[in-house]
């Protein structure tokens, strides 16, 4: 059963364009939330977090939108790279949890 | 320099046998985790330990068995394995028990059983 579901799969943009990418969730419980980025044969590394108390989060190029009603985030990455070509992982926890669920990512390709 | 330090970083094993997998951190966490990527589930949890002490399981398997002798130690032990064993496994860690800050990983430990 996949607690925190991500679409799409795969996505390409081009270089300059703004890359969208989608999360959700079914546990009310979750109260953390941050997506992951991996580039080809390296580990997971924290992109972005966003906690409930906020519906938006941003850092640099890269915004998290949260709407807590319909359980959905999405990952807006506005003017993409090339280096930003990677797999991005949304996770989530709940207050009292023990581990971070995660997606199944999203493999994002960026063309110069 | 790595925080989080995997052993070994390739590992070829036939099946039926046995492998430890090796992880220490660094970076002074009171949790960490094991979690296993493959082509067919990517980044599936499998164990959390907080202070040394297991806090969840989520592996159906009794041959995947965690072993913590420090604090900042987490090995794994595979027994029996097999070829859907072939994996990625990420050792990781968090300041937070709660899994609510950031979790660093490893670089990890590819095994392929053959």
């Known amino acids: 059963q996949q607690q925190v579901r991500q679409s799409p799969q795969s996505l390409t943009v081009w270089e300059g364009e703004t890359a969208i990418l989608n999360c959700s969730y079914e546990?009310?419980?979750?109260?953390?939330f941050p997506w992951y980025w991996q580039f080809p044969r390296e580990s997971p590394a924290l992109l972005i977090a966003?906690?409930?108390?906020?519906n938006k989060k941003e850092d640099g190029r890269f915004t998290i939108f949260f709407n807590k009603r319909e359980k959905k985030l999405s990952l807006h990455i506005t003017d993409s790279q090339p280096g930003d070509s990677a797999t991005y992982f949304c996770a989530a926890s709940p207050n009292s949890g023990t581990y971070q669920r995660f997606g199944t990512g999203t493999k994002l390709q960026v063309v110069p | 320099d790595p925080k989080i330090i995997q052993k070994p970083k390739y590992l070829v094993a036939v099946t039926g046998s046995e492998k430890i997998l090796i992880c220490e951190q660094y970076?002074?966490?009171?949790?960490m985790y094991w979690y296993r990527q493959s082509a067919k589930k990517p980044l599936e949890f499998m164990f959390s330990y907080s202070y040394q002490k297991l806090m969840d399981n989520q592996t159906a398997s009794s041959r995947f068995q965690p072993q913590s002798s420090k604090k900042n130690h987490l090995d794994l032990q595979i027994t029996a394995l097999k070829p859907d064993d072939s994996a990625t496994y990420f050792c990781?860690?968090?300041?937070?028990?709660?899994?609510?800050?950031?979790?660093?990983f490893g670089k990890g430990t590819r095994l392929t059983v053959v």
């Open positions: 966003i906690r409930p108390v906020s």
């Open positions: 970076l002074g966490h009171n949790a």
């Open positions: 990781a860690s968090s300041q937070d028990p709660n899994a609510n800050t950031e979790v660093f």
């Open positions: 546990d009310s419980t979750f109260d953390y």
